[in-house]
């Protein structure tokens, strides 16, 4: 099926804070894939994983500032309007409703690609979307398993492939490695340091501002 519009990339996580490392693979898998736009979908409630410090609004918040500046990216709170669990199953399907036409790219680091059989339907998700995988130092790309074969029948070379069909493609891209991590950003707050130049300065002001991270709090 030829398509007519450009892909959307859909960020997904936790950004509990958005940091350089999440914005630098948003931009790069943008250009090099020739994006429509970026967005980026914080979760409310992640189900695979510790429950964020800082509420669902302020994750949304943290990341409408970062990427005030910068108009390939688009904050999206699809994720933090639902209550409940959030599956990125349910995330896909509403997106396929509003965008009607429009292929859609699950844009994710390795770490969370090698995760990805523990997920809500998971094999559904190449039903509704193309997924990219971003490398990342010190990840094997998974060589048996569920995941492996996964991306043996979908694995794709061309990023025409995301452009002239709606979804079922994973395609494998390099991004410059920055190895930031929220966890480690959440824990340099709460020693006292200052995490500046990890990510933008008006996420760490506003973290500033609603005392986010301090000492106690994580
Ligand atoms: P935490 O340390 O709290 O687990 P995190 O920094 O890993 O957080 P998440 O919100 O869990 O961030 O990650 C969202 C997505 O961003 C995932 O697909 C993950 O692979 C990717 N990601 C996280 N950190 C980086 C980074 N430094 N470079 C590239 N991708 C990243």
């Known amino acids: 099926m030829h398509q007519t519009h450009k892909a959307i990339g859909l960020l997904g996580g936790t950004f ?14 943008y250009q090099v894939l ?57 995330t896909l399907l509403e997106m396929r409703k509003s965008f009607p036409g429009i292929p859609l ?9 090698l995760g990805l059989a523990s997920w809500h339907r998971w094999l559904d998700l190449l039903t509704y979307a193309h997924i990219i995988v971003a490398h990342r130092p010190h990840y094997q790309i ?3 398993g569920s995941t492996a074969e996964l991306l043996k029948t979908h694995l794709k070379e061309e990023a025409s492939f995301i452009h002239e069909n709606l979804a079922g493609g994973i395609l ?11 966890t480690d950003i959440r824990k340099q707050i ?4 200052n995490p500046r130049y990890l990510l933008p300065d008006s996420v760490y002001d506003y973290i500033k501002q609603q005392g986010i991270y301090s000492v106690g709090k994580i």
């Open 16 to 29: 509990d804070p958005i940091h350089l490392g999440h914005l630098r693979m948003a931009l790069e898998l």
């Open 34 to 90: 020739d994006l429509a736009s970026v967005h980026i979908v914080p979760c409310r409630q992640p189900m695979h994983r510790k429950q964020p410090v800082a509420t669902p609004e302020q994750r949304f918040a943290m990341v409408k500032c970062a990427i005030a500046a910068e108009p390939a990216l688009f904050a999206n709170d699809i994720e933090i309007q639902r209550k409940g669990p959030t599956y990125t199953i349910d």
């Open 105 to 113: 790219c699950l844009m994710m680091g390795i770490d969370a690609f």
């Open 142 to 144: 998974p060589l048996d």
């Open 172 to 182: 494998l891209r390099p991004i410059t490695a920055l190895e930031i991590s929220a």
């Open 190 to 193: 709460a020693m006292g340091r």
